[in-house]
């Protein structure tokens, strides 16, 4: 583009009116040149800008690709640790209500065993009132032997006598 405009007609070189047309032309010209320059200087750096953005915008869709990537990765992850939650949760519920039912278990037989110890102490005291009365009957029985010991001659006597009635008896009987 330099230099499109050099050439001029021979028409205006021949006058000095025309050589300051002719001078007009070539600012004129040098006008044009410099602006033909300064457009090809900027389409050059609109080019460059362009590439450059172009550049920019490739290296954009690639990290945009790879945070995608990473984005559904992290879903994926997230999806993985709310089921782990859930288990772990279900898991320590389930532990929970294990224990819970092993609580009640051992509060009932807390309670039967409060009550067994309420029967035991009733047992304990019919233990020591039937130990009393086996005392005292004991004690009877003693008397008892004690009055049959001192009653026996007698009954020994008795039977003695018993025998010498029956044998009277006999010879009432014979003598009648």
């Given at each position: 583009?330099?230099?499109?405009?050099r050439y001029?007609?021979?028409?205006?070189v021949s006058?000095?009116?025309?050589?300051?047309?002719?001078?007009?032309?070539?600012?004129?010209?040098?006008?044009?040149?410099?602006?033909?320059?300064?457009?090809?200087?900027?389409?050059?750096?609109?080019?460059?800008?362009?590439?450059?953005?172009?550049?920019?915008?490739?290296?954009?869709?690639?990290?945009?690709?790879?945070?995608?990537?990473?984005?559904?990765?992290?879903?994926?992850?997230?999806?993985?640790?709310?089921?782990?939650?859930?288990?772990?949760?279900?898991?320590?519920?389930?532990?929970?209500?294990?224990?819970?039912?092993?609580?009640?278990?051992?509060?009932?037989?807390?309670?039967?065993?409060?009550?067994?110890?309420?029967?035991?102490?009733?047992?304990?005291?019919?233990?020591?009132?039937?130990?009393?009365?086996?005392?005292?009957?004991?004690?009877?029985?003693?008397?008892?032997?004690?009055?049959?010991?001192?009653?026996k001659p007698?009954?020994?006597?008795?039977?003695?006598?018993?025998?010498?009635?029956?044998?009277?008896?006999?010879?009432?009987?014979?003598?009648?």
């Amino acid at each position: 583009m330099a230099g499109r405009d050099r050439y001029l007609p021979s028409s205006a070189v021949s006058t000095s009116s025309s050589s300051r047309l002719v001078e007009s032309q070539l600012i004129e010209s040098d006008r044009n040149r410099a602006r033909s320059v300064i457009l090809e200087d900027r389409i050059a750096i609109q080019h460059r800008e362009i590439q450059s953005l172009l550049n920019d915008n490739q290296r954009l869709a690639v990290a945009h690709i790879g945070l995608k990537d990473q984005l559904n990765l992290a879903k994926r992850e997230l999806e993985r640790l709310l089921e782990t939650a859930a288990k772990v949760k279900a898991e320590g519920e389930a532990k929970v209500r294990e224990v819970y039912q092993n609580a009640l278990r051992m509060e009932a037989e807390a309670r039967v065993i409060d009550g067994l110890g309420a029967e035991l102490g009733q047992v304990r005291s019919d233990v020591q009132r039937l130990a009393n009365d086996r005392q005292e009957l004991a004690t009877e029985l003693a008397m008892l032997d004690g009055e049959m010991v001192k009653a026996k001659p007698n009954s020994d006597r008795a039977i003695e006598v018993k025998a010498e009635i029956e044998i009277l008896r006999g010879e009432v009987r014979k003598g009648r």
